[in-house]
């Protein structure tokens, strides 16, 4: 028999039993919408005035085959304070606010004996805590209140600054100091349970609020084609199939969360590095046609269910709450060596700037390592460069190609996997940057011509490309040996056929017999 539990941390609720006087002692059974519990990390609360007297678990009583909680609770007065009771729901990971019967404090008191407990009946009423990050937060809502129509309730407990945020994907409302939230989100009806929202703040804070628990069955999340904001209207986490299990998902599929991303084939399911799907957590679906579908039932999973990975490979060193959005990159590293195995970790950067890390998943059937990178940045696009880091010895390796950061941009897919070729080894991202060269195009942006200038402090074998948002190569304006010195070429804005190509964003392509620089370009005339 296998003991079944969700993996999720139970509120703190810690007190200092000698800062109070006078205690009171309660003996209870717990019964949870109905049934009674028999689950020993379920726990029970007294508040008094808001502040917690007293917590404890159920445990068992074998000599009246019972579960029982033992709860003492403290005052600073002998008589008369009003008593809130609260229950932690272990295996649902969620706390009930409407709890019966209801106390008042009376020193030395006991209520309920061990072979007469007191029966404390938590009921459909639940206390969500969000816990909301500085800067952009992914959240949805799943509990059932009309406060959601009111950001104002709703986020009544969030210390909001001028220029805090919160984003639907039509509406949004933005926080004021003297009117408080106001905007077209609040217009158009608040908050909505399908939905996932993007909330930005100055300052750590958390959304306290109260409601009924949603059935999920009942409430659809509908898509149209293309991208949708959506939420999760479970209250337990779950694993990404079957959250998704009712969905008639499409080749080509992608849903992504803050961190990460996984894309469905109709030969493997649901594949990357986004593998569970969490409560409160907002999720982005990119779909090929328009439908609905339900979210299951809630259900408990066991040990081997440790929520998943909500994440794209290790990245600790960066916060995604810094970004208002992020792209996904499937690729694949290429060598003329074997890659060795599972610690060679890639990294996107902007300049300097870390922006992304990946670590490998292996793909029995293609018998090669897969990586799925989530990359993050803002509005504007920017040139992505990568890197390679052997975890083991910490030794660092330059990658060929650059990609172009576009916001919501899905670079590669399962089918074709953006390939990413090794360089040689290098000692540092200097070797990475257009310093190298220092080239420079101009005007940018530009119309109908480019001018494209570099330096090279030694000969080379130069080969100068260009490169569409979708990392294609346009054309090859230069590819032979070139002597130490200034050079400067132009380019027409065509592509390898002569054609002219559309307006929109490319990259200028550097490379030498030793590195590689790139400089992001706009093309602001049409064909």
Same mark, same amino acid.
């Given at each position: 028999?296998?003991?079944?539990?969700?993996?999720?941390?139970?509120?703190?609720?810690?007190?200092?039993?000698?800062?109070?006087?006078?205690?009171?002692?309660?003996?209870?059974?717990?019964? &949870?919408?109905?049934?009674?519990?028999?689950?020993?990390?379920?726990?029970?609360?007294?508040?008094?005035?808001?502040?917690?007297?007293?917590?404890?678990?159920?445990?068992?009583?074998?000599?009246?085959?019972?579960?029982?909680?033992?709860?003492?609770?403290?005052?600073?007065?002998?008589?008369?304070?009003?008593?809130?009771?609260?229950?932690?729901? +272990?295996?649902?990971?969620?706390?009930?606010?409407?709890?019966?019967?209801?106390?008042?404090?009376?020193?030395?008191?006991?209520?309920?004996?061990?072979?007469?407990?007191?029966?404390?009946?938590? *009921?459909?009423?639940?206390?969500?805590?969000?816990?909301?990050?500085?800067?952009?937060?992914?959240?949805?809502?799943?509990?059932?209140?009309?406060?959601?129509?009111?950001?104002?309730?709703?986020?009544?407990?969030?210390?909001?600054?001028?220029?805090?945020?919160?984003?639907?994907?039509?509406?949004?409302?933005?926080?004021?100091?003297?009117?408080?939230?106001?905007?077209?989100?609040?217009?158009?009806?608040? #908050?909505?349970?399908?939905?996932?929202?993007?909330?930005?703040?100055?300052?750590?804070?958390?959304?306290?609020?109260?409601?009924?628990?949603?059935?999920?069955?009942?409430?659809?999340?509908?898509?149209?084609?293309?991208?949708?904001?959506?939420?999760?209207?479970?209250?337990?986490?779950?694993?990404?199939?079957?959250?998704?299990?009712?969905?008639?998902?499409?080749?080509?599929?992608?849903?992504?969360?803050?961190?990460?991303?996984?894309?469905?084939?109709?030969?493997?399911?649901?594949?990357?590095?986004?593998?569970?799907?969490?409560?409160?957590?907002?999720?982005?679906?990119?779909?090929?046609?328009?439908?609905?579908?339900?979210?299951?039932?809630?259900?408990?999973?066991?040990?081997?269910?440790?929520?998943?990975?909500?994440?794209?490979?290790?990245?600790?060193?960066?916060?995604?709450?810094?970004?208002?959005?992020? *792209?996904?990159?499937?690729?694949?590293?290429?060598?003329?060596?074997?890659?060795?195995?599972?610690?060679?970790?890639?990294? +996107?950067?902007?300049?300097?700037?870390?922006?992304? *890390?990946? +670590?490998?998943?292996?793909?029995?059937?293609?018998?090669?390592?897969?990586?799925?990178?989530?990359?993050?940045?803002?509005?504007?696009?920017?040139?992505?460069?990568?890197?390679?880091?052997?975890?083991?010895?910490?030794?660092?390796?330059?990658?060929?190609?650059?990609?172009?950061?576009?916001?919501?941009?899905?670079?590669?897919?399962?089918?074709?996997? &953006?390939? #990413?070729?090794?360089?040689?080894?290098?000692?540092?991202?200097?070797? *990475?940057?257009?310093?190298?060269?220092?080239?420079?195009?101009?005007?940018?942006?530009?119309?109908?011509? #480019?001018?494209?200038?570099?330096?090279?402090?030694?000969?080379?074998?130069?080969?100068?490309?260009?490169?569409?948002?979708?990392?294609?190569?346009?054309?090859?304006?230069?590819?032979?040996?070139?002597?130490?010195?200034?050079?400067?070429?132009?380019?027409?804005?065509?592509?390898?056929?002569?054609?002219?190509?559309?307006?929109?964003?490319?990259?200028?392509?550097?490379?030498?017999?030793?590195?590689?620089?790139?400089?992001?370009?706009?093309?602001?005339?049409?064909?």
């Amino acid at each position: 028999l296998i003991d079944l539990r969700v993996y999720k941390e139970g509120p703190d609720w810690d007190f200092t039993p000698t800062d109070f006087e006078f205690t009171m002692n309660v003996v209870g059974i717990l019964s &949870v919408d109905g049934i009674l519990s028999n689950d020993i990390n379920d726990r029970i609360a007294a508040f008094i005035n808001g502040e917690c007297r007293g917590a404890a678990n159920l445990q068992y009583i074998p000599e009246y085959d019972m579960y029982e909680v033992y709860l003492d609770i403290f005052s600073s007065v002998s008589v008369g304070d009003e008593i809130e009771l609260r229950v932690w729901n +272990a295996s649902e990971g969620i706390i009930h606010t409407d709890v019966n019967p209801d106390m008042y404090f009376v020193h030395n008191t006991v209520l309920g004996l061990p072979a007469t407990p007191i029966p404390i009946e938590a *009921m459909n009423t639940y206390e969500q805590i969000i816990p909301i990050r500085k800067g952009w937060n992914w959240v949805s809502f799943n509990l059932e209140t009309t406060d959601l129509m009111d950001l104002d309730l709703i986020l009544k407990d969030i210390q909001a600054t001028t220029g805090s945020l919160v984003k639907g994907q039509r509406w949004f409302d933005a926080y004021s100091s003297s009117s408080g939230w106001n905007g077209s989100l609040s217009l158009n009806g608040g #908050l909505q349970y399908d939905d996932m929202y993007k909330i930005y703040l100055t300052n750590p804070d958390s959304v306290i609020y109260s409601g009924s628990k949603l059935d999920p069955a009942t409430t659809a999340i509908n898509l149209t084609s293309n991208w949708n904001w959506v939420g999760f209207t479970p209250n337990t986490p779950m694993p990404l199939d079957q959250a998704l299990g009712y969905y008639n998902a499409q080749q080509g599929d992608l849903i992504k969360s803050q961190t990460g991303f996984s894309i469905y084939d109709n030969n493997l399911g649901w594949i990357g590095s986004l593998t569970s799907m969490q409560p409160n957590k907002g999720y982005m679906m990119k779909v090929s046609q328009a439908s609905n579908f339900y979210y299951p039932q809630s259900i408990i999973f066991g040990p081997l269910f440790k929520q998943g990975s909500s994440g794209s490979g290790n990245d600790s060193e960066i916060d995604p709450a810094d970004f208002p959005f992020n *792209m996904s990159v499937v690729a694949e590293l290429i060598s003329n060596d074997p890659i060795p195995g599972d610690y060679l970790e890639i990294e +996107a950067w902007t300049g300097e700037e870390l922006r992304g *890390m990946g +670590a490998p998943i292996w793909d029995a059937n293609k018998n090669l390592w897969i990586y799925y990178l989530t990359v993050y940045g803002y509005e504007s696009p920017e040139v992505v460069s990568m890197t390679v880091t052997d975890t083991r010895t910490g030794e660092q390796y330059g990658i060929t190609e650059s990609i172009t950061y576009i916001p919501d941009l899905i670079h590669g897919s399962y089918t074709t996997p &953006v390939p #990413l070729h090794l360089s040689g080894s290098i000692s540092g991202l200097d070797l *990475m940057t257009n310093s190298v060269f220092e080239l420079k195009a101009y005007p940018n942006p530009f119309g109908e011509s #480019l001018n494209i200038r570099y330096q090279l402090k030694e000969s080379s074998w130069v080969r100068v490309e260009i490169y569409d948002a979708l990392g294609q190569k346009v054309c090859i304006l230069q590819d032979e040996l070139i002597a130490s010195g200034p050079v400067k070429i132009s380019w027409n804005g065509r592509n390898s056929f002569g054609t002219k190509v559309a307006k929109g964003v490319y990259s200028v392509r550097v490379t030498t017999n030793k590195n590689t620089a790139n400089q992001l370009i706009i093309k602001t005339s049409p064909y």
